[in-house]
């Protein structure tokens, strides 16, 4: 299993994170969120409730949404 360090918001409340009082004023910092990959303002797994640290699969399956593809161009061929 992954370990997550850092957590972006996005990532956090989509999983059911509640921020903890304890961090209630945790500093954010920019870079790049362990569960999405995408730069965000981040703050460590720790200042959230409700939230594991070894479930970066479980929680990535809830945010991560599949890329989109092309649709294929058709042609019709018609015969007269």
Not at 28 to 49: F, N, R, Y
Not at 69 to 74: D, E, F, V
């Given at each position: ?39 965000a303002?981040?703050?460590?797994i720790?200042?959230w409730?409700n ?15 599949p ?5 294929k ?8």
């Amino acid at each position: 299993m992954s370990r997550i360090k850092h957590i972006c918001i996005r990532c956090a409340t989509a999983n059911g994170g509640v921020i903890s009082k304890e961090y209630l004023k945790s500093a954010l910092v920019l870079g790049e969120c362990d569960v999405c990959g995408e730069p965000a303002p981040l703050s460590i797994i720790h200042a959230w409730e409700n939230l594991n640290p070894y479930e970066k699969e479980a929680y990535q399956a809830k945010v991560l949404q599949p890329k989109r593809t092309r649709a294929k161009k058709t042609t019709e061929v018609e015969n007269a």
